[in-house]
């Protein structure tokens, strides 16, 4: 029973500093926003706007996740949601298993991609030189 109760605890820990990631992501985007408005030909830089992305995917996919927090007993209705929209789950109640999960996925698309790059570039630069 102890080791229930830990377990309880820990995933109520985990969507507690879940809610206090986004509600920082969201004060950053609004953030962002509000600066982006002042200064209107300021150019973003990169991981700026993969941030503001991420983010506003996240608040996109908390809206149906919140209904199935906020409604008594709709948490039984939470593991068929799942196995239909298996990406539905904002970033920030992920566990840390998953997070490692898509981060290693993520850089395995990234190499390969690379892969393929460097096959395709020289014939590419070849061709063009070729054209001359």
């Known amino acids: 029973m102890k080791s229930f109760y830990s377990h ?19 004060q950053f985007y609004f953030g962002v926003k509000k600066e982006k408005i002042q200064t209107k030909y ?10 503001t992305r991420q983010v506003r ?25 799942l196995l239909i929209f298996p990406n539905s789950i904002p970033s920030q109640f992920l566990s840390e298993e998953a997070r ?15 892969k393929r790059l460097n096959v395709i570039l020289p014939n590419y630069l070849y061709s063009l030189e070729k054209d001359d």
């Open 8 to 26: 309880i605890l820990y995933e109520v820990r985990k969507v507690k500093y879940g809610f206090i990631n986004l509600k920082r992501d969201v």
């Open 42 to 51: 300021q150019m973003d830089d990169y991981t700026e706007r993969v941030k």
């Open 57 to 81: 995917q996240d608040v996109i996919k908390f809206i149906p996740f919140s209904f199935l927090i906020l409604i008594p007993g709709a948490e039984i209705l939470l593991p068929p949601y």
């Open 100 to 114: 490692d999960k898509k981060f290693k996925e993520v850089s395995r698309k990234r190499k390969d991609a690379a």
